[in-house]
T-cell receptor, first 112, second 115 residues
């Protein structure tokens, strides 16, 4: 089946830093999505990307749909403590209906 | 009130027991999904249903069964639980796809531990 490799698996942030994470796939997708999961809750959609090359922002978040349709990245600028959580990328291929393939997640933690 | 609810939120059971996890939604969506989450593996699709009469296996359906009792309810059963089914389980819903991606809305999850 399709595989999504998400990196890094975890990272520490200091308030004010910019952070980035990315996903690569062995197959192409028509849609790339980025979700965030807070402790004790389900994932919530942050950004959806529908077109190769598309760059989309949502507040301090910016995500891009790679030209090859096999990768995407998410940047968080000027991080704040509430940015901690697990971030997931997910891809969808339209021929597969609305099914999503998820990456393994990036756990964002605050530097002690 | 939450749009997608899951019960129970936590469950500890023993190997061999039958377990049912329930999901209800008030969003009026036709499509419902069950995922499991394991550390480092993200979410993997177990079963999905595009309407009451349409049930489909996902990536990891072995050892699980589902029932779509109504548009708003989708239950996941483990007929004979085993320890490697210990995981966090999520239900999700979405509207019918109109071509572009239709957002999936997730419930709060059920943490299941099989001893």
């Amino acid at each position: 089946g399709q595989q999504l490799n998400q990196s890094p698996q975890s990272m520490f942030i200091q308030e004010g830093e910019d952070v980035s994470m990315n996903c690569t796939s062995s197959s192409i997708f028509n849609t790339w999505l980025w979700y965030k999961q807070d402790p004790g809750e389900g994932p919530v959609l942050l950004i959806a990307l529908y077109k190769a090359g598309e760059l989309t922002s949502n507040g301090r978040l910016t995500a891009q749909f790679g030209i090859t349709r096999k990768d995407s990245f998410l940047n968080i600028s000027a991080s704040i403590p509430s940015d901690v959580g697990i971030y997931f990328c997910a891809g969808q291929f339209s021929a597969a209906g609305n099914k999503l393939t998820f990456g393994g997640g990036t756990r964002v933690l605050v530097k002690p | 009130d939450a749009d997608v609810t899951q019960t129970p939120r936590n469950r500890i059971t023993k190997t061999g027991k039958r377990i049912m996890l329930e999901c209800s939604q008030t969003k009026g969506h036709d499509r419902m999904y069950w995922y499991r989450q394991d550390p480092g593996l993200g979410l993997r699709l177990i079963y999905y249903s595009f309407d009451v009469k349409d049930i489909n296996k996902g990536e990891i359906s072995d050892g699980y069964s589902v029932s779509r009792q109504a548009q708003a309810k989708f239950s996941l059963s483990l007929e004979s639980a085993i320890p490697n089914q210990t995981a966090l389980y999520f239900c999700a819903t979405s509207d019918k796809s109109g071509g572009a991606y239709n957002e999936q809305f997730f419930g709060p999850g059920t943490r299941l531990t099989v001893l």
